[in-house]
């Protein structure tokens, strides 16, 4: 089970830390990844993290902005999202998947969170 936590509504410019909690898995065994999807539109790949936590791959839109980070002593993946724009408007979900680095292909994750709802007025 993967539990998140720390969306909201935020202004433009500014900043929200996603957590997402693990168990029931052997969270070091799993790459973890981030997802959103915003009304209307498909669900879309945002960063992953291999299970060591030293390999991380960002999507261009949130590259320089955003930050993955795991913790597993803890099972726990962090997104640090700063200068947060309009378009970040999504429901956020994190992922696991059973491999060394994951993708950034939904198919390949075998466990989803219920998804936290990220605001950004402009």
């Known amino acids: 089970q993967l539990v998140e936590s720390g969306g909201g509504l935020v202004q433009a410019g500014g900043s929200l830390r996603l957590s997402c909690t693990a168990s029931?898995?052997?969270?070091?065994?799993?790459?973890m990844g981030w997802f959103r999807q915003a009304p209307g539109k498909e669900r879309e790949f945002v960063v992953r993290?291999?299970?060591?936590?030293?390999?991380?791959n960002y999507a261009d839109s949130v590259k320089g902005r955003f930050t993955i980070s795991r913790d597993n002593a803890k099972n726990t993946v962090y997104l640090q999202m700063n200068s947060l724009k309009p378009e970040d408007t999504a429901v956020y979900y994190c992922?696991?998947?059973?491999?060394?680095?994951?993708?950034?292909?939904?198919?390949?994750?075998?466990?989803w969170g219920q998804g936290t709802q990220v605001t950004v007025s402009s």
């Open positions: 029931g898995i052997t969270f070091r065994n799993y790459a």
């Open positions: 993290v291999n299970w060591g936590g030293d390999w991380k």
């Open positions: 992922a696991a998947a059973p491999s060394l680095f994951g993708s950034a292909r939904s198919d390949d994750y075998n466990l």
